[in-house]
């Protein structure tokens, strides 16, 4: 049996699926089949009666041939999941510094929250008196997501981040409509922005206008002033993200906002980089108008880890008209939940239920265990540990705005692997091989080969040296030569490089016996 660079075994590539002998212990097979091709139709996991169906009802829809399911038992079904987990990368197994995903620790005190039953099992169609305790908990969390952000109104609805910002650009959309001024055509979007910025504001119909960036990565304040000027009237809003996808704080923000609410427009913040100053900036001081929150990422639950994510929106004093329904109202001890409301300017419904219960319980728990101190602590910690890896990997990799300390991430180009045959994608790959998730790659795009780099603050320094050390292990072996070892990277994985294209552009969704 060999052994990968970290000790632990491994088996050979080559080892095609369809040998794997299921019966045996395949915990540390490389290739999982799946349910259909290890189950077979002839045999089932439990005990079914005969049923016998008077054919009337089926009114001649009868099923003919059989169902193709798979036949398991339930430790067969069981053993089947539990090996692909251990396919799995995950923040519970190492550091996983992938950039502006904020991939924490997930404490499992919260995990213990949202389990209780009076939140984890209840249905968004039950009797309103009956969720009171759901719905205290709900209005807690918006509380203290107005206190935290300095803001007139928060709606919780939101699924996601880009669900997020959909949401606070439709009450933009809204207020300017209901000024007489739905004619604002043009959203000005930074070079840096995260991809589903442009695509919400194209989603609504906007124009996307692109702002450049200083050579320093932060935007260009006359570059926005030239943009307002030559569209006058025109520019409905601004789509910003601070702290920005290159890791630092924007300086001219409140210059940027004054500008914006000069020309009459609004200031839509990308909050999901909020784990860099929670508890130190509120962003309404800056002048923002709506910014969304991601619970994931920055009040527990890493990014895509853990089930769903929440992206409720702050809105400022102009925009609260606008926001959605449903929202909950406090009359003395009774909660209720407001769906519908006549005479009101409120853009509509957003989704069919109120939030992801399970994304509140979790963040307020978040809040609460970490109070006011704590959740301060968590951004400074983020902050140090971030800059912690710019000292010491900015010896050998290149850091284009490196000048200056960053926030909670930190950015590197590819700069350092000139002439090595080496890029970013092969960095990364070699990464796999020694046992990490790699960074956010090739994003922003504002520099060549961008590598990402965001340890959050549940990083020890233990690890953070230990991720360090191997970092610059590979950066040297790149630099010497030894570029095989990334372009043929990774060798210990399951599978190596897949062709990630094919596999969008032509996914196979359906399974068929024999293909
Ligand atoms: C993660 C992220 C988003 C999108 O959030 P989702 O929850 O993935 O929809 C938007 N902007 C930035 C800067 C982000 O990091």
Redesign the pocket.
């Known amino acids: 049996m060999s052994m990968n660079s970290t000790g632990r075994p491994t088996r050979a590539n080559d080892a095609p699926s369809n040998e794997v002998d299921n019966l045996k212990n395949a915990a540390l097979l490389p290739n999982e089949p799946l349910l259909f091709e290890i189950g077979d139709i002839d045999h089932c996991g439990v005990d079914l009666p005969d049923v016998k169906i008077d054919s009337e009802y089926l009114s001649g829809f009868e099923r003919e041939g059989s169902l193709d399911l798979p036949g398991l038992s339930e430790p067969e079904c069981l053993r089947h999941y539990v090996r692909l987990s251990r396919l799995n990368m995950s923040i519970d197994a190492g550091i996983y510094p992938l950039g502006?995903?904020?991939m924490k620790h997930n404490p499992r005190l919260n995990e213990k929250m949202a389990r209780l039953s009076g939140f984890a099992d209840i249905h968004p169609l039950q009797p309103v008196s009956s969720v009171q305790g759901a719905l205290e908990m709900i209005e807690e969390l918006a509380f203290w997501l107005m206190e935290l952000t300095n803001t007139d109104a928060v709606s919780m609805s939101p699924k996601?981040?880009?669900?997020?910002?959909l949401c606070g650009m439709m009450a933009i959309k809204a207020a300017l409509e209901a000024k007489g001024q739905g004619y604002r055509s043009i959203v000005l979007v930074p070079e840096s922005?995260?991809g589903?910025?442009p695509a919400t504001a194209a989603f609504l119909g906007y124009k996307v206008r692109s702002i450049p960036a200083n050579d320093d990565g932060t935007v260009d304040v006359s570059a926005v002033i030239d943009a307002l000027e030559e569209n006058a009237e025109n520019v409905a809003a601004i789509m910003l993200?601070n702290p920005n996808?290159c890791g630092l704080f924007e300086p001219d923000v409140i210059k940027i906002a004054d500008a914006i609410h000069q020309a009459g427009a609004y200031f839509y913040c990308?909050g999901?980089?909020f784990n860099a100053i929670m508890g130190l900036v509120c962003p309404g001081d800056l002048g923002i108008d709506a910014m969304?929150i991601?619970l994931?990422?920055t009040f527990s639950t890493p990014?895509?880890g853990g089930g769903p994510?929440a992206?409720p929106v702050v809105l400022s004093e102009a925009l609260a008209p606008f926001a959605p329904v449903p929202f909950i109202k406090k009359d003395g001890a009774d909660l209720s939940l407001i769906e519908h409301v006549d005479d009101s300017q409120s853009f509509g419904r957003l989704t069919a239920f109120h939030g992801q219960i399970g994304m509140f319980t979790r963040s307020l728990s978040f809040m609460l265990s970490h109070g006011k101190d704590g959740i301060t602590q968590a951004a400074y910690d983020a902050v140090l540990n971030a800059n912690y890896i710019k000292a010491r990997l900015e010896k050998v990799f290149t850091a284009p705005f490196g000048n200056q300390p960053c926030m909670h991430e930190i950015l590197f180009d590819e700069t350092f692997l000139d002439g090595t045959g080496v890029s970013t994608l092969d960095f990364a790959k070699a990464m796999i091989d020694e046992g990490f998730h790699p960074m956010t790659m090739y994003f922003p795009l504002v520099v060549k080969g961008a590598m990402l780099i965001e340890p959050t603050e549940s990083e020890s320094k233990k690890s953070l040296d230990y991720f360090c050390d191997k970092m610059l292990e590979l950066a040297n072996d790149a630099i010497a030569g030894n570029a095989e070892r990334f372009t043929q990277a990774p060798k210990y994985a399951p599978l190596s490089r897949l062709d990630e294209t094919l596999a969008a552009r032509q996914p196979k969704l359906k399974w068929i016996k024999g293909d």
Request: hydrophobic share 15%; glycine share 20%; net charge negative.
């Open positions: 502006s995903c904020t996601a981040g880009a669900h997020g910002e922005a995260h589903t910025n993200t996808t990308d999901a980089n969304h991601n994931h990422k990014h895509g994510g992206g």
